[in-house]
């Protein structure tokens, strides 16, 4: 069963554009959403996370909407560059349990000038 | 700071031998390390769970005595696969949680390629 549902899997944004990448979980026991960019071949890198008791979070072109009440998340990228082109993870950690997340299925994004 | 490597990066072997991949945590000490693995274009599935000093807690359907971790010291865990075969052939990535920081933080390291012939 996935605990963390994640859509698009591909998404083609054009340059300057706004990419938005959908996550849903049903858990509310979950106490913390990162989203994670992933590199052909590379780990997956920390990118933005936020916590149930905030709806939005922005870190430069980065933006977290958090809906507890839907219990649905959203990573959003604005002015999109050819450089965003990865796969992104959106994760939610379970608590009490080492810190163990649970990670959506990852969208591929492709930026094209 | 919260840096992860993994070496190595990359292995080929051959099927019946086995392979051991480290992970560690090179500026800070970690309490707790992750392995997952990676088949191409799909997401992280969690292996197993390692806390320094104790026996790994593997996720169902992880075969324990063929995937054996080791956390001997809180800056090293290692991840050994016994009599390898095809299908172990995926991409093996550690994180690390850092005892100090935030607890929701986890720290990934830069994956190893393994290739079993």
């Known amino acids: 069963q996935q605990q963390v549902k994640q859509s698009p899997q591909s998404l083609i944004v054009q340059k300057g554009g706004i990419s938005i990448i959908n996550c849903a979980y049903e858990?509310?026991?979950?106490?913390?959403f990162p989203w994670y960019q992933q590199f052909p071949g590379k780990g997956p890198a920390l990118l933005i996370a936020?916590?149930?008791?905030?709806s939005e979070k922005k870190e430069g072109r980065f933006t977290i909407s958090f809906n507890k009440s839907a219990k649905q998340f959203s990573l959003h990228i604005m002015d999109s560059q050819p450089g965003d082109s990865a796969t992104y993870f959106c994760a939610a950690r379970q608590p009490n349990t080492g810190n163990q997340f649970y990670f959506g299925t990852g969208t591929s994004l492709t930026v094209i000038p | 700071g919260a840096v992860v490597s993994q070496h190595p990066s990359w292995v080929i072997c051959k099927s019946g031998t086995s392979v051991k991949i480290e992970c560690r945590s090179l500026d800070f000490q970690a309490t707790t390390m992750f392995w997952y693995r990676q088949f191409p274009k799909q997401s992280l599935m969690l292996m197993a769970t390692?806390?320094?000093?104790?026996?790994?807690?593997?996720e169902q359907g992880v075969e324990k005595d063929k995937f054996l971790i080791n956390h001997a010291s809180l800056t090293l865990s290692t991840l050994t696969v016994t009599s390898a075969h095809p299908e172990d052939s995926s991409f093996y990535i550690c994180?690390?949680?850092?005892?100090?920081?935030?607890?929701?933080?986890?720290?990934f390291g830069p994956g190893t390629r393994l290739t079993v012939t």
């Open positions: 994180s690390a949680r850092d005892r100090r920081g935030a607890a929701y933080e986890q720290y």
């Open positions: 936020i916590r149930p008791d905030v």
């Open positions: 390692s806390n320094e000093g104790s026996k790994a807690t593997y």
């Open positions: 858990n509310t026991a979950f106490d913390y």
